[in-house]
C-alpha cells in the first residue's frame, strides 16, 4: 500500500436516503479488490451494511469504514472510504464523517436529482470545507433523466457543477457513457460485472450532443484557470485533456467547481470512472489547509498542525464503537506518527490514553499495524476515556483541534427495565450507547423513576430500543415516543435580585446575585462575539468587586444548571442572556454553594418577570406523491398546523415542502400511505424551535 501521501484519499460517499450510496461503495470495494463478491442491499448481503438492523431495512445506519487500493496509469493509491447513512434520524454520523474526510462523492438519482436530504448533506460538506465530485447514479431507471438531475444541482445547491461525462442513453436504454475530456465511449460488459470496458467511437447520433458538452466543460474549466482563458479565446481546441484536468482539480479542491459524474451502480456501469475521478479530482491530505486547534493551557491562542509524519502527532476521534474485544476508537490522523504500545493524551480531558493495538479497517474485518502515519483513518484498541469530538495528542506539545458540534435531540421516550437484573444492565447499556452515538441521549427522572432516552426521531429511538433488546438482550418496556420541548423568555427583566441567606447557629450561608435577562438568538450572540452554551450566553458586568471573583464562576454554574432543570415545565431554556450586573457578600458565610443557589434564584425568579413561553420543534416535511392526491395532502398537513412552504410540480408527482410540528407528526408515515394508497414518500428533518400557541402550551403543560 502506498505511504505517499499525494497517493491517498480519504474520501466519503453521501447522498439523500435511496440514491444508491451503499450499491456504489459496494462496487468500489469489488473493482478495488476488496471483495471477491458483490454484496447487495436488496438482498441484504452488503459489506458495508453489516448491523442486523441495516440489514433487515436496506438502509445505512452507521458510517462504516474501509482502505482499499486502486491502480491508476500504473501508480498505486490508497483509499479511505466511508459510507454514510442518507436518512436525516443518523445526520450525526454523516457529519462526523464530513468533519474528517477530505473529499467526498455525492450520489444523486437520476430521475429525482436533488433531494430534500442531498440539500441538508451538501450544506453539511460545506460548513466543513470539504471538497466534492458528483455521482449521477441510476441513469438506468425509468424516467431518469440527466439534464434534469444535473440542472437541479447548479439551481437548487447553487453549486458550479462541471459535466465531465454524459450518458448514452437512458432508463432501460442506458448503454454506457462518453468521457468529455477524451471524447470517447464507453461500455461496460454486464457479464463480466463491469470489470470489461470496452471503448469505442461516440455514437454518430450523439456526436452533436457530445460536442454541446464538451464545449460546455472547456468554457468552465477555462474560467477556473486564467492560462486556459486565453487559449480558449484563441483556439478552444488545443486545449488538452490533462489542461482540463489540472484545471478542475484545482477549481475542486478550493471548491469553485463540482465535476459531474454519470452511471449505474446498481447495472455495473461507470463506478471504475468515478474512482479514477476521485484520484484525479479530490484532494490528497497535504492539499487540505493545515488543521486549526487551540492551546489546552489558553483557549484564546490558536495553533496549526500541518499534515506529515515529522510534526507533533495529532488526531480526531470520530467514532466509537463498542466490540467484545474493546471498544474500537476511529481516528483521523492529522499529524505526526503513532507507534503500537505508545501514550498519547486526550487533552480535552487530561487524561492519558495508552494505544494498545492499532487496526485498518475494512467494514468488520480488520489488519493489525504496527504504527501509522499522518493523512491516515484507522481504528485503536486500548483507549478508555476518549469520545467522538476528542482529540489525541503528543503529550509533550498538546493542541485541542476543532470540535464538532451535535445537534439538540428533538424526541424523547420513557424505557422502563422489566426485572431487577435488567435495571442493571441499563444504565451500562445506554452509557455504551451514548459513547457510540453523540445525537443520543439519556437521563433518569426522579420524581417519576423513569429513565428517558432522547433522540433525533422515532426511527432513530426505535433502532435503539431494538438494539437493547436484541443485541444487548435487556429486557425494556418502550413508552410512547414524546417531544423535547424547550422553554424561553418572550420578554426582558432587569436587576433581579437572588437572594440565599440561611442562618442556623454557627457558620451561615450567604449569596446574593443582581441579573439583567434578555432573549438573545444563537445568530445574534455570534455577531456580538459571545459564547454561548447550551442556548445559554452568561456575561460577567460585576464591577468595583460587589462579588469576589473566585465567585462569579459559582454563579454562572448556577444559572445554567437552573437553565438546564427548567422553570416552566422542566424543560430547558434557550435563547438568553443573563448578565451578572450587580450583588454582595459576607467575609464569613458566603461560599461557592450559597452563591450557585443566588445564581439560580435569580435567574428563576428573572424569567418569571420577563415571561416564559414553550417552544416546539418544527420539522421541514417533504412529501412527494402523484398530483392527484395533492388536495388530500396539502389538507392534512393543513390539519396538523402544518403549512406549505413550496410546491413544484417534476413530471407527474407534486413535491410539497411544509413546515410541520413534530408533534403533530407521529405516525405520519402510515397515514400518509393510506390516503395515497401507498403511492407517495415522505422525509422530515427538524428545521427549528417556535414558540407553541397559549392554549396549547398550557395543555402540554398539564402533562
Known amino acids: 500500500m502506498a505511504t505517499d501521501l499525494s497517493k491517498v484519499r480519504n474520501i466519503g460517499i453521501c447522498a439523500h436516503i435511496d440514491a444508491g450510496k451503499t450499491t456504489v461503495t459496494e462496487r468500489i470495494l469489488y473493482y478495488t479488490g476488496k471483495t ?30 474501509t482502505t482499499c487500493p486502486w491502480t491508476k496509469d500504473g501508480i498505486e493509491y490508497k483509499i479511505n472510504l466511508i459510507d454514510t447513512p442518507g436518512h436525516v434520524d443518523f445526520t450525526i454520523e454523516v457529519e462526523r464523517s464530513l468533519r474528517v474526510l477530505d473529499g467526498a462523492v455525492a450520489v444523486f438519482d437520476g430521475k429525482e436529482g436533488v433531494e430534500a436530504q442531498s440539500e441538508t448533506v451538501w450544506r453539511q460538506a460545506d460548513r466543513y470545507g470539504v471538497p466534492r465530485c458528483c455521482l449521477i447514479n441510476k441513469m438506468d431507471k425509468t424516467g431518469a433523466d440527466f439534464e434534469f438531475s444535473f440542472n ?152 496549526t498542525r500541518p499534515h506529515t509524519d515529522t510534526a507533533p502527532f495529532s488526531a480526531l476521534v470520530f467514532k466509537v464503537v ?75 506539545n498538546q493542541i485541542v483541534l476543532e470540535r464538532m458540534e451535535f445537534p439538540e435531540p428533538v424526541i424523547s421516550m420513557s424505557i422502563e427495565p422489566i426485572t431487577g437484573d435488567d435495571k442493571k444492565k441499563l444504565s451500562e447499556a445506554l452509557a455504551t450507547i451514548r459513547r457510540e452515538d453523540p445525537s443520543f441521549r439519556s437521563s433518569f427522572n426522579e420524581e417519576t423513576g423513569e429513565t428517558i432516552i432522547a433522540g433525533m ?52 450561608q450567604f449569596g446574593d446575585a443582581v441579573v439583567n435577562i434578555s432573549p438573545i438568538t444563537k445568530e445574534e450572540a455570534e455577531a456580538q462575539e459571545l459564547k454561548m452554551e447550551n442556548g445559554v450566553v452568561f456575561v460577567d458586568a460585576v464591577t468595583g468587586g460587589a462579588i469576589p471573583r473566585e465567585f462569579i464562576p459559582s454563579v454562572e454554574y448556577g444559572i445554567r444548571q437552573a437553565a438546564a432543570s427548567g422553570v416552566l415545565g422542566g424543560y430547558p431554556v434557550i435563547n438568553v442572556k443573563v448578565e451578572l450586573v450587580f450583588g454582595s457578600y459576607h467575609d464569613v458565610d458566603s461560599s461557592q454553594i450559597a452563591f450557585e443557589q443566588a445564581g439560580a434564584l435569580a435567574f428563576r425568579e428573572a424569567c418569571h418577570k420577563a415571561g416564559l413561553g414553550l417552544l416546539e420543534p418544527i420539522m421541514k416535511l417533504v412529501v412527494t406523491t402523484p398530483d392527484e392526491f395533492f388536495g388530500n395532502v396539502s389538507g392534512d398537513i393543513a390539519s396538523r398546523r402544518g403549512h406549505i412552504v413550496d410546491s413544484e410540480m417534476r413530471g407527474v408527482v407534486r413535491i410539497i415542502t411544509a413546515e410541520v410540528p413534530l408533534s403533530e407528526l407521529f405516525g405520519y408515515t402510515t397515514s400518509l400511505r393510506s390516503m395515497t394508497q401507498g403511492r407517495a414518500t415522505s422525509t422530515m428533518e427538524p428545521a427549528e424551535y417556535r414558540l407553541m400557541p397559549d392554549r396549547l402550551k398550557e395543555e402540554v403543560l398539564k402533562k
Open 36 to 65: 471477491y463478491k458483490m454484496g447487495e442491499v436488496h438482498e441484504g448481503t452488503a459489506t458495508m451494511d453489516f448491523l442486523q438492523e441495516e440489514q433487515e431495512r436496506g438502509i445505512t445506519i452507521q458510517s462504516a469504514a
Open 322 to 396: 463498542s466490540d467484545i474485544h474493546g471498544d474500537l476508537t476511529y481516528i483521523r490522523i492529522y499529524s505526526g506518527r503513532l507507534e503500537k504500545g505508545s501514550r498519547v493524551i486526550n487533552p480535552v480531558n487530561g487524561k492519558k490514553e495508552n494505544v494498545s493495538r492499532i487496526y485498518e479497517m475494512h467494514a468488520r474485518e480488520r489488519e493489525a499495524l504496527d504504527s501509522v502515519g499522518a493523512g491516515n483513518i484507522v481504528t485503536l484498541v486500548g483507549l478508555k476515556s476518549s469520545y467522538t469530538g476528542d482529540t489525541l495528542c503528543d503529550p509533550d
Open 152 to 303: 437541479s444541482i447548479r439551481t437548487r445547491l447553487g453549486a458550479n457543477a462541471i459535466a465531465v461525462q454524459i450518458p448514452i442513453g437512458k432508463g432501460d436504454q442506458f448503454q454506457g457513457i462518453i468521457d468529455l475530456l477524451g471524447m470517447k465511449a464507453y461500455y461496460f460488459d454486464k457479464e463480466a460485472m463491469g470489470a470489461t470496458i470496452e471503448e469505442r467511437e461516440i455514437p454518430a447520433e450523439m456526436k452533436d450532443f457530445a460536442d454541446y458538452w464538451r464545449h460546455d466543460l472547456v468554457e468552465k474549466a477555462a474560467e477556473l484557470d486564467e492560462n486556459l482563458t486565453e487559449k480558449y479565446i484563441t483556439d478552444e481546441h488545443s486545449i488538452t485533456p490533462d489542461e482540463i484536468r489540472a484545471a478542475l482539480r484545482k477549481g475542486t479542491i478550493t471548491q469553485k467547481c463540482f465535476p459531474v459524474f454519470c452511471g449505474s451502480a446498481l447495472k455495473y456501469i461507470g463506478v471504475q470512472r468515478v474512482i479514477d475521478g476521485v484520484i484525479d479530482y479530490l484532494p490528497n491530505p497535504t492539499e487540505r489547509p493545515d488543521m486549526k486547534g487551540t492551546d489546552p493551557r489558553d483557549k484564546n491562542v490558536t495553533m
Open 457 to 508: 426521531g422515532e426511527l432513530h429511538l426505535e433502532i435503539i430500543a431494538n438494539k437493547l433488546k436484541r443485541d444487548m438482550k435487556i429486557g425494556v418496556n418502550v413508552g410512547r415516543p414524546r417531544v423535547s420541548y424547550r422553554e424561553a423568555i418572550t420578554g426582558s427583566a432587569t436587576k433581579v435580585r437572588g437572594l440565599f441567606k440561611k442562618q442556623s447557629g454557627g457558620r451561615g
